[in-house]
């Protein structure tokens, strides 16, 4: 599942355990075109290759062109997997109405299939989930529930059906990681209906398909859609450092797969800066494939723009530009007109800043978080606007730069801390360049400071704070303190980037359990 940058894989939905029934083992005998149904052929492999790697065009040729695919589920499915991808990353609500009566014909061919093939209900379950996805993006929270829970039964049957086929086992580790991160005020549902999960469950199962060698020999495609579920639920879920190190290693060895696709460069870039690792990011985006045989992903543009900003290179202008000029949607629009305005804040252009904010303020949309804080700036006023100073060093952190944030945080003069939310910061930037530089105990120091002085105010400071202590302590194995921290970061009010924040921190308490 795909969707525009970290916002979208704040995962709300809920599915459950994979009960398997001894006696159905017994199945592929009953059924010996199983396994031949299972295989695709080598035009089957190469279309859903082409859909990963977003070459939609020369997949429907290969699908249209009366190739042997190895199971007449595979076309419709993949053709509605190319819909869903269209719809969620252009954004566009005329391509949604439009694809939702397209889609109604492909799922009527997918449920006309023989149902002794174990893609039959999978390819049903997993286009209803996809579908899910895109109409929770365009606000349709009801039929988004209704295909949930029809995708949930249907994939539950399916894995008592044939519990050796490895593509479910790929949506069954999504499930358990979904159903381990669901909020404590919603666990009654899980347990009413006997649903079972945890977030190290379901990645140990991603993990294991992605570098199975027979798994990936024989259903290849399950190697770059693992990748890049694994590369979200790692910085997303995981506070263990070796799942970390995993994924990177994933990633590295998987190279050459990783270049040939934009959806797995956005991937590993998001991965990479997310840890910090901004030139790693960096040389993924500047390489990555383009022209007219891939569809365009604009926000592929935003990411690089970001890239270049972290290491305060200028010319990032120029692919916010490319952003809000290219993407028709509505994501991350106002938060690439703030960053505009931020490159005209550190240009000493104060007529820019306040252009570019005006933008802000009146394009895009605001449903997550880096918008909304985006137009809180834009409406905020003269207190609303960073302190250059501090938005070096924060820039530079987010890029890794740690030793050049450190420096403009400790030399005399380098910011401006004339009220009470620039003091905070100042903390809260400190604690995080310790926390990453591996000074642990001035980390844990700083963290507590922000946390004592800013938890009754309305930013984030203090409840990311409180967050990294949480993950501070587990790594300790202290297991009693992490609790604290994490209910602590759970409790405070505050908006700004509150949905990914209060997701980790409940993953983190699911994780100590």
Known sequence: MVGQGRACFSLFFIFGTMKRVAFLLLFPVFFPGFRAAAQLTPAGERAYELVLRMRFDEAMAVLDGNHETGDPHIPPYLKHYTGFLKVLISEEKEMYKSFSSERKQLLREMESGREDSPWHLYAGAMA??????AA?????YSSAGIDLNTAYRMMQRNAELFPDFAPAQTAIGLMKILIGSVPDNYRWITRLLSMQGSVSEGTEILRRMATSASVNAQYPFLKSET?????FVTFNLSGSESDRNQTAELITQNRRLIEESPLLIYA???????????????????????????YPFHYLDYLTGQAKLNRLDFDAEVWFLRYVTGFRGSSFIKSAYQRLAWIELLKDNEKGYHDYLFRAKHRGGSLIDGDKQALAEAEGGPSAKPDPGLLKAR???DGGYYSRALEILTNPGSVNLS???????YHYRLARIYHLSG???KAIAEY????ESGQAQPWYFAANSALNLGLIYEQKSDLRQAEYYYRKCLSLKYTEYRTGISQKARAGLSRIR
Do not use: C, I
């Open 128 to 133: 209803r989930m996809q579908w899910a996805f």
């Open 136 to 140: 929770m993006k365009f606000g349709e």
């Open 395 to 397: 820039l530079l952190f």
């Open 419 to 425: 009220d009470e939310k620039q003091q905070l910061e």
């Open 227 to 231: 990748l890049f579920l694994l590369s």
């Open 268 to 294: 590993a870039a998001v991965f990479y800066m997310h840890y910090g690792e901004n030139e790693k990011a960096l040389r993924h985006l500047m390489n990555r494939p383009a022209g007219k045989n891939y």
């Open 439 to 441: 000074n642990e105990a």
């Open 448 to 451: 507590q400071t922000v946390v």
